[in-house]
């Protein structure tokens, strides 16, 4: 699919939200329990995949899953290699109106400095490839910043867009996610410190290469203003991080431009028991949540 510049401004000037479905092998199982499935429900990896599959499919047919509301979905890489109604993923999405990106990063490194990096990516070329075969719209990839620490908080900035550069050479649009945790200690100048960071790779970008951000929700509203209004962010999209949905639609209301990108606090309250009734009212009323705290 070709990514055009009026493609480009019609997400510049969304307010409708990213539904992060992008649940991997570690978060699967929690993910799952959430949905009323206990462990032990699956005896091998793939019918665990399986089993989320049935949950995403479910969450992206229902009527309340729609392009007003909903900008984009990100995706697993074996939710993007299924298929959805017959359609490989990314089309139906597509079909929708709705954006697909795929997660690329491989988890997270061990702490050192402060912050977890993104584990090495040494199959990310071929991973890239298979997303545009696949008809993706861009990435997402994430690492945790868990201290104040300026070095470790450097070190993630830079790995963040030297990753972005090679996703931007394969004509996707790269969603940079450097989280802040919430726990973190002095979580405000943790915040000051990315922001700068963000910047400064910002200002390398050339006039056609362009980046979205999914950041959490800071402690200064509106800190992110400068990057939200900088020519080559097309979009700043926030993390739940943890935050209830009530808290997190809170804080996201307060801050101007930027719309949600939420997985937990999307998926809060759907069970596997519930009737489709009960399923689609409840998934309604949470985008509906979302997207009213998204708009401001």
């Not at 570690?26 to 462990?39: D, F, M, R």
């Amino acid at each position: 699919m070709k990514i055009t510049p009026e493609l480009l401004q019609k997400v510049r000037t969304a307010t409708s939200f990213i539904a992060a479905l992008d649940q991997s092998g570690g978060s699967t199982p929690k993910a799952l329990l959430q949905y009323g499935i206990p462990e032990g429900s699956w005896s091998t990896p793939d019918e665990m995949f399986s089993l989320i599959h049935e949950i995403r499919t479910r969450i992206m047919t229902s009527p309340a899953f729609t392009s007003e509301r909903i900008l984009g979905t990100i995706l697993f890489e074996d939710t993007m290699n299924r298929s959805v109604n017959g359609q490989p993923t990314g089309e139906y999405l597509w079909s929708k109106g709705v954006l697909p990106f795929i997660k690329v990063d491989n988890g997270l490194a061990a702490e050192e400095n402060g912050v977890q990096m993104m584990k090495a990516m040494p199959n990310l070329e071929a991973l890239l490839d298979q997303s545009t075969k696949k008809n993706m719209f861009g990435t997402k990839m994430r690492s945790v910043i868990k201290q104040a620490n300026e070095a470790g908080i450097a070190t993630i900035v830079k790995q963040q867009f030297e990753e972005g550069y090679r996703i931007i050479a394969k004509g996707l649009i790269p969603i940079l996610e450097p989280e802040v945790d919430i726990k973190c200690p002095d979580k405000a100048k943790a915040e000051s410190l990315l922001k700068s960071g963000i910047l400064a790779g910002l200002s390398e970008l050339k006039k056609d290469q362009f980046v979205m951000l999914k950041l959490t929700l800071p402690d200064q509203d509106n800190l992110y203003m400068d990057c939200i209004n900088h020519p080559q962010v097309i979009k700043v999209v926030a993390l739940s991080g943890g935050y209830s949905r009530a808290e997190a639609n809170a804080r996201l209301s307060r801050n101007n431009k930027v719309v949600a990108s939420f997985s937990r606090a999307l998926l809060e309250g759907l069970t596997k028991q519930a009737s489709d009734e009960q399923f689609n009212k409840t998934l309604n009323d949470s985008i509906e949540e979302i997207y009213q705290a998204s708009k401001t």
